[in-house]
């Protein structure tokens, strides 16, 4: 059977970019056609300057809503990274597979590394070796399929080369995943500057949708979007990212494609009004479930214990074949008291 592995970083609230990017696809597909982890990586979120208590918030939210999306815990299994300690232990080895200017072409490393210097900040060592930490997230779990937005496909790449060193180094170990991203909002941008993605972490939040922001904040941030010159509501992504990003939101919520959608509207405005409406109306199970769920912390809380246990059961045998296979020697076995 298909294995799959995603996760999401509790570093802000999710987003609309991470609903239609990754996590509606989670539980509308994934889920029911392949044996599917789905990860917090709060390791992750430690990469950038964090807030403990907000971390530890942010990762039951984001576990309350991964369940709230329709991740149903009894087909997959749904976990919190650092409650199992094979990520770490794989994430030294791999280290010692990948070179650190593989590390510094990271995209995501150079753009984020470049804005906390800028802020006269110091850069992680952690935010560096991130990538390695991810391609242990899925390689531990042999995961064939990695499902994840636009941005994390080099990240994917650089897994699949990983493992194809070490296998090639060290014997076959891992199984070489790909990535699985969405057809249509694979990058959802930002409602204010649909230049740049629509992320959780930056700091103004006009042209963000939070998956529970309230039916009428979502209304007016929609409403309020940037569009473009000219008064076509036609799909081209370079010389109309603002009207195009709002197609692509529309489409993503009807199940269509934004190319069909592409001058079938006569204003701005009009084509604001239902995407705005499609939105509200793909949230509303969303918030609703989410509000039954936050009643029963307890429930939420037992999911991601026997979700750990079970990620640890699978992951156990891959990275202790991992350390065998690179040379460090197996620690001997206890011996068994005598009855
Ligand atoms: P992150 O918020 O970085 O933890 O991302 C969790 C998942 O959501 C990843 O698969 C990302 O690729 C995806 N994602 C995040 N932001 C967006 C966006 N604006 N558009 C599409 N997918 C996104
Ligand atoms: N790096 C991913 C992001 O920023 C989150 C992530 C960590 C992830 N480990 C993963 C996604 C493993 C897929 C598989 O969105």
Redesign the pocket.
């Known amino acids: 059977m298909t294995r799959i592995f ?1 996760g ?2 509790p570093t802000g609230h999710l ?1 609309l ?2 609903y ?3 996590v509606r696809q989670w539980a509308e597909v994934d889920q029911y056609r392949a044996d599917s982890l789905f990860s917090i990586v709060d390791l992750h979120a430690l990469t950038v300057e964090h807030d403990p208590g907000r971390v530890r918030r942010l990762s039951r939210q984001a576990a309350t809503l991964l369940l709230a999306s329709g991740i149903d815990p009894e087909r997959a299994t749904v976990f919190v990274q650092s409650h199992v300690d094979e990520h770490a232990r794989l994430s030294y080895l791999l280290e010692c597979v990948a070179t650190d200017g593989e590390m510094r072409r990271m995209i995501q490393y150079k753009e984020k590394a470049a804005r906390e210097r800028a802020r006269g900040g110091s850069v992680r060592l952690s935010l560096l070796t991130y990538p390695v930490l991810m391609a242990a997230d899925i390689l531990a779990y042999r995961a064939d399929e990695v499902p ?5 496909t080099q990240h994917v790449e650089l897994t699949r080369d990983l493992a194809e060193r070490f296998n090639q180094r060290y014997g076959p170990t891992f199984v070489v995943p790909r990535a699985t991203p969405p057809k249509v ?4 941008m930002d409602l204010q500057d649909p230049t740049s ?4 972490s930056h700091e103004a939040g006009a042209g963000i949708v939070y998956l529970l922001d309230e039916p009428d904040v979502v209304r007016k941030k929609i409403l309020r979007a940037v569009t473009d010159s000219g008064s076509e509501a036609v799909f081209d992504r370079d010389a109309k990212p603002g009207v195009s990003n709002l197609l692509e939101i529309l489409a993503a919520c009807r199940g269509g494609s934004p190319e069909a959608l592409s001058g079938v509207y006569e204003s701005y405005g009009a084509l604001k009004a239902d995407a705005a409406e499609a939105v509200v109306e793909l949230l509303r199970p969303l918030r609703e479930r989410h509000k039954e769920l936050m009643a029963d912390p307890s429930y939420v809380e037992e999911v991601l214990r026997r979700g750990a246990e079970r990620a640890r059961e699978m992951a156990r045998p891959t990275v202790d074949g991992a350390y065998r296979a690179i040379g460090l020697l197996p620690a001997a076995s206890s011996p068994q008291p005598v009855t």
């Open positions: 995603s999401v970083k987003t970019g991470n239609l990017g990754a994840v937005g636009d941005d994390q909002a694979a990058r959802v993605k629509m992320g959780k």
